[in-house]
Nanobody, 124 residues
Framework: QVQLVESGGGLVQAGGSLRLSCAAS????????MGWFRQAPGKEREFVAT????????LYEDSVKGRFTIARDNAKNTVYLQMNSLKPEDTAVYYC?????????????????WGQGTQVTVSS
């Protein structure tokens, strides 16, 4: 079982930056692909980014490419989401999730473990 705790959310002006962190428990962190998803009010939860357990492969949702960067530090059991050039439409609750490396990808159904989320609000 994996426990995930997100942090780093907050209020930022458009064009600003935030770095989200997700701390994971467990001894097998590197066996999990780690993903970030977000959900805005009235909208479905959507994929943002994911990174393979090795750290060597990443995927991004098109709207965040070039602005967001996902990274992981397996020695610290932590995954990060660096968010630059933030836009009001990035406002959402951001969730960290873990999936088996064999299901590396964007589909939330394959992510077994989820954090409780952290709020990101971008003002204009």
């Amino acid at each position: 079982q994996v426990q995930l705790v997100e942090s780093g959310g907050g209020l930022v002006q458009a064009g600003g930056s935030l770095r989200l962190s997700c701390a994971a428990s467990g001894r097998t962190f590197s066996t999990y692909a780690m993903g970030w998803f977000r959900q805005a009010p009235g909208k479905e939860r959507e994929f943002v980014a994911t990174i393979h357990g090795s750290g060597g492969y990443t995927l991004y949702e098109d709207s965040v490419k070039g602005r967001f960067t996902i990274a992981r530090d397996n020695a610290k059991n932590t995954v990060y989401l660096q968010m630059n050039s933030l836009k009001p439409e990035d406002t959402a609750v951001y969730y960290c999730a873990a999936a088996n490396n064999l299901r590396f990808g964007a589909l939330p159904i394959y992510y077994y473990y989820w954090g409780q989320g952290t709020q990101v609000t971008v003002s204009s």
